[in-house]
């Protein structure tokens, strides 16, 4: 909710707005509307997922072992959900699993796509269980202002329009998506009588992944 209210959503009002926070840990999925969330998901799969996934699929495929920091490197500047028009590559470094010894490999966006496809796979599908809960009237709402996404996550390349081929609704990445949730506890706390309503947690959230 905190994310919703620092992108300015219009929590309160009787609309549906539709919001997707991928943070490091989790990625959480909501439909706010009256100050209450109507429909929402916690996945386990967010950026800390997406860089294991990439140190797994570099064992797997290149018997190499990676540190977290390197696969977050690698996400970071080749990683991608949607073929790009121009390829991307970048040198892989890590420890040989079979010498030991140092040794670095030339991947391309298309290996990093690859590495992340089930967990993006299983936060598509999250998402649009999410909004086939979703009354009616509130999709109607959504398919109108679209989704909205921020956290560090959103930023990866495709996520955007990946999304929105799969579940047919407009998508849009938050300006400044990093920091929409300090800004919402703000903006929650200038105007905590207003909006405390707003701060109850959901009983119906389910947790996934």
């Known amino acids: 909710m905190a994310a919703a ?3 300015r959503l219009e929590v309160q009002d009787p609309i549906g707005n539709m919001i997707v926070d991928i943070g490091g840990g989790t990625a959480d999925i909501a439909v706010v509307s009256l100050g209450g969330i109507v ?3 916690n996945l ?3 950026g800390d997922r997406l860089n294991q996934d990439i140190i797994q699929y570099a064992r797997d495929e290149f018997k190499l072992l990676l540190g977290e920091r390197t ?3 690698l996400k970071i500047a080749i990683g991608s959900v949607l073929p790009q028009p121009v390829a991307l590559e970048a040198t892989m470094r890590g420890r040989d699993l079979v010498t030991g ?3 670095e490999v030339l991947v391309t966006d298309v290996d990093i796509r690859e590495a992340m496809k089930s967990s993006t796979a ?3 599908k999250a998402i649009r269980e999410t909004i086939e809960v979703t009354p009616p009237e509130l999709v109607a709402d959504i398919i109108h202002r679209g989704i909205v996404l921020v956290g560090g996550g959103s930023l990866l390349r495709g996520l955007g329009a990946l999304i929105e081929r799969e579940t047919r609704i407009p998508v849009k990445v938050a300006e400044d998506p990093l920091t929409a949730v300090v800004r919402g506890a703000g903006i ?3 105007d ?3 909006l405390r309503e707003v701060l109850i947690e959901p009983e119906h959230e389910k947790a996934i992944g």
């Open 101 to 103: 010894l140092p040794r």
């Open 122 to 124: 299983t936060l598509i």
């Open 39 to 41: 429909a929402a998901k």
């Open 44 to 46: 386990r799969i967010a």
């Open 71 to 73: 696969a977050e490197d």
């Open 5 to 7: 209210i620092g992108v």
């Open 192 to 194: 905590l009588d207003k």
């Open 188 to 190: 929650i706390l200038e």
